[in-house]
């Protein structure tokens, strides 16, 4: 069964720095995606991944795929409170979500 | 103009009632889908449907059935509620397979007392 792994699954970190999310998954998936949840809301989506080597990046956010080493990283660089959310990674095989990282920007 | 809807948005019933959600996607998207989300945020497929046809059926329940009059609809039945079936279940939809992101709806959050 397709297990999909986020960690760290809780991330403190203080404005303006940087820090990465890793995605792990254990069978083969040729899509990956990323979705944001505020508190209390949907989930949005931020970023499809749709080939191995696949980079793409908005605002402060950028999200690579590693087929190979089965392998997505969502990078936050120099962070801001506004970026405060739980953050998922998904499969498309039988769209299997990650437990979520639950980030907090703190001034 | 709302892209996915779901109705109602809170519903607290009491155990062993029956009760439906309603899912309405204007965005001409071939694809819906039910999610689970508990309490620790695990957010767990249940059903997909691609233009009324169930193709993800996920371990559920029975008591659980899904119904699409059409592709623009995607209900959830479910009977005789539990108290673990207290959750906030999201409706969302994307074009056919699962090459593009999904679009959600804004969640109904099911409280069985």
């Known amino acids: 069964e397709l297990k999909v792994e986020q960690n760290p699954l809780f991330l403190s970190m203080q404005e303006g720095k940087n820090y990465t999310i890793y995605c792990n998954y254990s069978?083969?998936?040729?899509?990956l995606y990323w979705y944001r949840q505020d508190p209390g809301k949907s989930l949005e989506s931020l970023f499809v991944l749709l080939s191995n080597g696949a980079v793409k990046q908005e605002g402060r956010l950028m999200a690579s795929l590693d087929t190979k080493a089965r392998l997505s990283t969502l990078h936050i660089t120099a962070a801001v409170h506004d970026l405060s959310a739980t953050y998922f990674c998904?499969?498309?095989?039988?769209?299997?979500f990650g437990a979520g990282t639950r980030l907090t920007v703190k001034p | 103009d709302t892209a996915v809807s779901q109705t109602p948005k809170y519903l607290v019933t009491q155990m062993g009632n029956d009760k439906s959600i309603k899912c309405e996607q204007n965005?001409?998207?071939?694809?819906m889908y039910w999610y689970k989300q508990d309490s620790k945020k695990f957010l767990k497929i249940m059903f997909s449907?691609?233009?009324?046809?169930?193709?993800i059926n996920e371990t559920v329940p029975n008591r659980f059935s899904p119904k699409s009059p059409d592709k623009a609809h995607l209900n959830l039945h479910i009977n005789s509620l539990e108290l673990g079936d207290s959750a906030v279940y999201f409706c969302?939809?994307?074009?056919?397979?699962?090459?593009?992101?999904?679009?959600f709806g804004p969640g109904t959050r099911l409280t069985v007392t």
């Open positions: 449907y691609n233009n009324k046809e169930l193709i």
């Open positions: 965005l001409g998207h071939d694809t």
């Open positions: 969302a939809s994307s074009p056919a397979g699962s090459y593009y992101e999904q679009y």
């Open positions: 069978t083969t998936s040729d899509r």
């Open positions: 998904a499969s498309n095989n039988d769209m299997r």
